[in-house]
């Protein structure tokens, strides 16, 4: 049981109940020569091909919204596994 749903009933909408929940990975691939915000950045900007003014603006947000803000210049070794 979840949220008093149970996750393992067959007849279970699978795909609706995905859209509710996420995933987060123990580790990380994280740049280690590059700071917090770079690493926000690369893969907008060099898979997504989005201009950097917008992935900054973007990935300011994010960052705003979980708390990581202050730590923008901080390069992955100086972050807790938390954080990262």
Known sequence: ???DVDITDRKMNVPSYRTKVGMVF???NL???MTVLENCLVGQVKVLK?????ARKK???Y???VGMAPYIN????QLSGGQK
Not at 50 to 54: A, F, G, M, P, Q
Not at 74 to 77: D, F, G, N, T, V
């Open 1 to 3: 049981m979840y949220h």
């Open 26 to 28: 123990q580790s990380f």
């Open 31 to 33: 740049f280690n020569n």
């Open 50 to 54: 989005k201009d950097k003014v917008e």
């Open 59 to 61: 990935a300011m947000m």
């Open 63 to 65: 960052l705003e919204k």
């Open 74 to 77: 901080a390069k992955p070794k």
